[in-house]
Each structure stands twice: as structure tokens, then as C-alpha cells.
């Protein structure tokens, strides 16, 4: 068998081997109207009521790491996606895979950890689903989280509705999961004090839709960071975004790590972040509303939507050049959430 | 650390220690009036419209056998969960996690073999996930579907339904699908023909609805079996269940594997088949109509909801002695789905 004909981790990276192959295999097999915008949560229509609806698997390596756990990720990560279409996240499904020998004090730690994640989100647990596999066949837990949520009447948020004019707003600083996950992996030389931001957002989306339901666009920059989010963004609205790299926040310790390790911070996940697009109009009551809530303080303008080159992502370097800002290739962080 | 401390197969295996498990970690920390009843999906009141909604992990081991394959499996698996509410299912969530260097074209067998199942069910996938882990940190592919699905008004099927006077029926004969993923698995010195009865549900309860609206009970006898299901119910209903054992259909070739495993058929899964329970006025009518849908064809009537003693399930011999038929106590058969 030759190697492209084997999954690579590169293709769970929120690259671009991950987008092929999503277009490639399931997209073309699973098409319907739903799926197709590829957002974090589907739209679906039922009698009266809009219903989102969303998935993930979360592996991240290891299980504890500042700041969170699999199990704080694994509640917020869904209830994130349900917020990106600006729905109110009510319920989530809990299926856990555990591999055989898995201490149970941790497993009660990942749980409580949980249940305080979905009060936090106010949100509940609907359903739950159990496996366990021999010693070997897992890598400690994995947890899938589903999730539905009531999108309001109005609210109408995609990834494909960014429009020339329109400002970019992330609601604070980037990189700080990867770099606090990374920071806890064995056999690496370096610590940090920085802590994952794992929140969940859906009172920061409340916030915002509570200044004008006008709002285009929500993403949670995770796998692939912000510029991978910024490049689907720009793909599926066909235009092109700018950002002004000197206004996005981002902290020292995350930036020395990155320097260190050669990463690009734009290509770091976060967890507890969201880029906001939406009329000029609306940004500065956005941006207020956003610092007013401990998971925005930071928030801040960092671009805007413009017409071409479309389907790229322009980074405007403090030194006054510029350069395109490129989704991830390849795997840079595997196992990050 | 005690090796009570560590999960243990047995944690997963559908029978008593998982019930326990569930019972003492998640629903204690997870409690709420929706999660409590324990049934195969959660029934979730939205506006005007009643929603099913589950989810469910897929860890077969090996990936294709007889019948099926792990993506037939996990299209069925949650259809089926939410069919057992009375739901018509609609949307599928599908998440996989995929050992590195798993083969694409083993993933595309299973991609396919989903969109198959997923016709069959008319169900979409409304929402997907992928996650690469390196490889050795898991067993090729774990998939996780959850499912939506709309409860038809007037419908209220749960375990807990069960009533004295009640009829039990099975929809077609017990333990082919436990047995046909057992024969496929390496270093097993026996082969059958048996093949898997994974198939969508929906379409026989749909039938079943049709011939009336009082269904008490419907349950699929997966991990565990037909035993751990009935004892689910009994317990449920704080009733007694009677089951005449040479009313109940079971392949010669099942109950020949079983005998050289020193399994007991009662308690290997299903993955195709459902028990009914509902008022004796029903009964023929409703095995009529089961019997006309191919998934339903050997269906028969098993037994019957009596008052003693209560949550305990008593077989009939066919050599007329009687015994308890007792949930399955730790693992018989890990990964079976």
C-alpha cells in the first residue's frame, strides 16, 4: 500500500489534508443541503423551531493539562459549535470510549469537570453512551460530545455570508490552548504559565446578539488556529479578508513558545476564542459588548472583509508588509483537543 | 492502585457492572429528568415538537464481518436507539476516530457502507467530525453517531411502561450478530454462516405504530442481549417478565456456537432485532404487521409482564422447569459493537 493511501494524522490536523479529505470522501458521499455549508453545527428545520445540531470527538494528549481537561474541553468544544450559528445550546450527548485499566479517580475527575463545564454553559446532558476496549486498543479516553441547540428567529450565521465591509473581531488573545496542551506533553523542554482558555461562549454570543442580530459570521478558531478559520472563511464567502497582524492579541509567553518551537501562532488552537464578522456599523457596540464579559476582555478589531484576492487571507506585518496568511498544511500539534 | 480502581472490559459490556457504573458516575453527576429514564435516546421538548435524541460509540472488533461492517453498525445502532422511543429518525451526527495509517480504502468501504445504511433508514448526516490519533493510540476506527428524531404526539414508549398483562414480542431470532462478529475474529477455530442481523428499525416500528399508538415497550437487545434487556425492563417497571424459551427463535447454528462457547444465547447482542411490549389486545395484529416487513419476519411471541416477582425475569424451559434468566454479569463478549 502506498502512503497517500493510509490516513495520516495530518489528516485530523484542520488542515488542508483535512478539508480534502472531508470534501473528498464524506462530503461527496453523505451531500444534503445540511452538511454542505460545512459549519460547526447543522441547521435543521423541525415544525416550528430551528434546531442546530453538532459532533466532535475530542483525543487530546495528555487528558489534564492548565487550565482545563478533556472532559472541560469536551463540553465546551460542542457547545461552542452550537454558539457559531448563534444557536442557544440546550442539550449534549456524553459517549465515552475508556480503555481498559483507566484509573477511575481520573474518570471521576474528567466527569466532574464536565458537569461543572455544563453549568457553566447551562446547558444538559440528554445522553450518555459507554465503551471500553482492551488495554492497548485506546489512549486512555476519548469523549464525543453531540450536541442541539435553538437557533432564534432571525439569527442567521455562515461561514458563507462574510461581505465586503464587514469588520473581523477576535474576542481575545490566540494560541493559548496549543501552546498550554503542548507545554504539558512529555519529553518537551519547555513550561509555560500559560493556561488553556477551554470557555465556553455562548453568553459572549448572547452579548453580541443582543447588540444586533445582524451578525454574519461566528467561528471558534480551534484545530488549524485562526488562520485556518480565516481562510475557510474567506473560501466559502469568495472574498478575501485582511488583517492588521499588530492588533491581534496575543501573549508573550504564547509568542516565545512559538519562536521557540517554530510555530506560527496564527496556526495554534484556541478553545475559548471566537472571530466575530459583521457590518462595520454594528463593531464598536459589538467590540464593547464583548469586553464587558470575562471571556471577551480582550476582544479586539483585527481586520476587515475586502473583495479581492478572493478566497485569501491577508496579514498586514507590523513592519508594513504584507503577506498571505495560508490555512495549515500538514499536522502541527496532533491531539490538541 | 486496586484493580477496582481501573476500568475493566467488563465496564462496557452492557451488563451489571456497567449499569452500575453508569448509575454511581454519570447519573449522579450528570442528573437530570431527561438522562434519568436510562432509555436508548432522550426525548427532548422543543416548542411545539418532541425530540429523540442519543448517541452511541461503535468499537467493533474486527471492522467487517458477516452481514455488515462497523459504519452498517453505527448507522443502525443509533437509528435503531431512536426507533426504540417511537422517534422517527432524522439526522445523524458522524464522528470517527481514525488510527493513523488505517487504509482509505477500507475507510471508503465504511463511508460507503453508511451511506447505504442511511438510505436504507432515510436518515441524513447532518453533522461531521474527524479525529487522527498516532498510531498504537487506537484500533483502526472507532465511530460515533449520534441522531435527532421526532416523537410522534400521542406516543410515550419507555422502559418503564412495561405493565401486568402486557404481551412480549420479539421481532426475529436472538444472538446472529454477536455470534457472526465473533466467528470473523482471529485465532477462533469456527466459522458459520451465521451473518449479522444489523438492519434499520424504523421501518418495522413505523409498522408497528401503525397498528396502534399503545406501545409500552420497545427495546433493542444490543450489548447484553435479549437477558439484559428484558432485566432492564422488569427493573424499570418493577414488574416480572415470563418468557417461554421454545417460544423464542434462535438459529440451530447460533445456538450451536453457543454450546461450544459456553455462551448462553440470551445474553449475546443483536443488532437487528427489537422486543415489543404492549397490551394482549394488540398482539396478533401487532406480530401481523412485523411479520409482513422483511426485518420482521420471524417474529414471534415470547412471553408475557406479570406481577411476581418483581424486576426479575423467569424462564420456561421447553422441558418445563423454570429459571431465572439473569443479567449479564461482566464481559462475554468485548467490542461486539
Redesign the interface.
Known amino acids: 500500500?502506498k502512503s497517500e493511501?493510509?490516513?495520516?494524522?495530518?489528516?485530523?490536523?484542520g488542515g488542508k489534508l483535512?478539508h480534502n479529505?472531508?470534501k473528498e470522501?464524506?462530503l461527496k458521499?453523505?451531500f444534503?443541503p445540511?452538511?454542505a455549508p460545512l459549519d460547526d453545527?447543522?441547521s435543521?428545520e423541525?415544525?416550528?423551531?430551528r434546531?442546530a445540531?453538532?459532533?466532535?470527538?475530542?483525543?487530546v494528549?495528555p487528558l489534564f493539562f492548565k487550565g482545563g481537561d478533556i472532559g472541560r474541553l469536551a463540553v465546551c468544544g460542542t457547545v461552542n459549535d452550537l454558539s457559531m450559528k448563534g444557536a442557544k445550546p440546550?442539550?449534549l450527548?456524553?459517549?465515552?470510549?475508556?480503555?481498559?485499566?483507566?484509573?477511575?479517580?481520573d474518570?471521576?475527575k474528567i466527569?466532574?469537570s464536565?458537569?461543572k463545564a455544563?453549568q457553566e454553559a447551562k446547558v444538559?446532558?440528554?445522553?450518555?453512551?459507554?465503551?471500553?476496549?482492551?488495554k492497548?486498543?485506546?489512549?486512555g479516553l476519548?469523549i464525543?460530545t453531540?450536541g442541539?441547540g435553538?437557533i432564534p428567529p432571525g439569527v442567521e450565521i455562515s461561514a458563507k455570508n462574510a461581505s465586503v465591509g464587514d469588520v473581523v473581531i477576535i474576542s481575545g488573545s490566540i494560541g493559548d490552548h496549543g501552546i498550554a496542551v503542548l507545554s504539558e506533553r512529555e519529553g518537551l523542554s519547555f513550561q509555560t504559565q500559560i493556561a488553556s482558555d477551554v470557555a465556553p461562549l455562548n453568553e459572549l454570543v448572547e452579548a453580541l446578539l443582543n447588540v444586533t442580530q445582524e451578525v454574519h459570521v461566528l467561528r471558534d478558531p480551534t484545530r488549524g488556529g485562526l488562520a485556518s478559520t480565516l481562510n475557510e472563511i474567506a473560501e466559502a464567502s469568495n472574498v478575501a479578508i485582511e488583517i492588521d497582524e499588530s492588533a491581534v492579541p496575543i501573549k508573550d509567553e504564547v509568542l516565545g513558545a512559538c519562536e521557540m518551537l517554530g510555530f506560527d501562532p496564527f496556526q495554534v488552537a484556541n478553545e475559548g476564542k471566537m472571530v466575530v464578522i459583521l457590518p462595520e456599523k454594528w463593531a464598536e457596540k459589538a467590540l464593547e459588548a464583548l469586553k464587558k464579559h470575562p471571556h471577551g476582555k480582550e476582544a479586539a478589531i483585527i481586520g476587515r472583509v475586502v473583495a479581492e484576492p478572493k478566497k485569501k487571507v491577508i496579514l498586514k506585518t507590523s513592519i508594513g508588509t504584507t503577506r498571505l496568511l495560508d490555512m495549515l498544511m500538514g499536522?502541527q500539534l496532533?491531539?490538541i483537543c
Open positions: 500500500m493511501d493510509k490516513i495520516l494524522l495530518a489528516h485530523g490536523s483535512m479529505l472531508i470522501l464524506f458521499n453523505f444534503n445540511i452538511l453545527a447543522a435543521i423541525i415544525a416550528s423551531s434546531l445540531f453538532t459532533t466532535d470527538s475530542y483525543v494528549k440546550l442539550y450527548s456524553v459517549a465515552l470510549i475508556i480503555e481498559e485499566g483507566f484509573p477511575l479517580s474518570l471521576e466527569i466532574g464536565m458537569v455544563s444538559e446532558i440528554a445522553s450518555g453512551d459507554t465503551k471500553v476496549v482492551e492497548g486498543s485506546a489512549d476519548f464525543n453531540a442541539v435553538l499536522e496532533p491531539r
